[in-house]
């Protein structure tokens, strides 16, 4: 049953044989003439002292409903006709005129009540049209079943694409026992803003593989019956993008561990390369000098303590790297900034050394001790120092220029900033400086400055960037004396 036929059976008493008499052309005129006949005799044999002709627009109406305007006019002549048949001869009148005026507005009456009737149905008819148009346009499947006997009483046409036999209690019982429902008990009761408040379930379909968002509510249907309306909509493509948007993310946080790992490792096996380098030489030394007639025994010892240096730097390079992919609890310490710039320097020596770089060393006098971690800390410098260099790397050799110093700022904050005189970096790129995997440097994954950041924004300090008078790239970032603060 559609919505137009339950609406125009709403229409009259909730009677059995009025929803049998409107479902039917004929049967709607078989009871219009039989009530038009009725109406007559009664006319009749009450003398039309109580003018029953009023009551044949009952009649007329029926027909018009069921049968459309031919019917009901066809009604309208027989009523008309059987008023005049049987009154005629026993007329009030004292004229014939006004015998045939009133059975013109009798007629008359009839005809206009029949079109009214007929344009009412009809716009009730497009009203209809229209709204079932638009449900069976929409990509969900909608169907309103009776609460007590579970009888469908509406389905739009996706619901019946959905369900593979006819839609009826049974095929639509028997499709939603093919359903999974996810977290069945975690109904979810959303408030529209009207009276109905719809629950939402997820549910599978274990024959085709679609997922569904299922909602229901109790409604009051067109003949006030108490029915539940559902509606599927089908989600599977939201479901796919939603595992392929994890999927992406799980990807791309494999391949920044893998970015970061392939970076710690190009970074260990460079600093590592410089103290290997330093002991072969040292100890190449040595051997010519034992090679000698007369071997200079001090010289020896000098060059293989150097050596002995140079193992332990490397050891402390591996302990420090070491130190800095280990997850752990931050190690706060009460620490000199001074001596954390001088470490790093000390593992960058070799490299300012062989790029011919002048560099200049400015540390604040009686610095402060405050909490931070050590290992993370001298990271920081030792990226920002390795940046610079790599920067004046194709300046000519009395253009390299890198400096590094620290501060003590008001309010008690430690500020270390380094300074290089290389070609600098451009506008459109500041903005994307601590952007992950963005880098300047043709060889560089673009990690080193957001790692910088993260750690030093970590002890509640800042790193920032500019140019110097001098037209210098500067690095700077502060420690304030709290910095314990953010890990506490």
Known sequence: M????????????????WHWAVGSKLHGALVAFALVALIAVLDYRTGYEIRLAILYMLPIALATWSGGMLSGLSVSVAAVACWGISFSPNHIYSREMFYYWEGF??????????????????ALAQADARFLQVLNGLSAGIYVANRTDGNVLYANQYCAEMVPAEVNAQSVAAFESRLTFIDAGRQRNVSTGTAAQFTYQEARDEQTGHWYLIQSTPIRWVNNENVTLRIFMDITEQKQALALKRQHEEMVHNTARSSVLTEIASMLGHEINQPLMAIATYNNASIMLLSKSEPEIDEVIAALEKCRVQAIRAS???DRTRSFLTRRAPSLEHCNINDIVVQAVQALEIELQNAAISFEIDLADNALEIMFDRTLIEQVVVNLLRNAIDAVQDMRSTARKVSISTTIEPGTAIAVCVKDSGPGISEADEARLYTPFFSTKSQGLGLGLCICRSIVEAHAGQLTYFRTAENETAFRFTLPHLAVSRYA
């Open 2 to 17: 559609n919505i137009s036929q339950t609406r125009i059976r709403g229409f009259f008493p909730a009677n059995p044989l």
């Open 316 to 318: 402390h390079i591996v």
């Open 105 to 122: 507005l009798l007629a008359a009456t009839f005809v206009i009540f029949v079109m009214l009737l007929h344009r009412l149905r009809g």
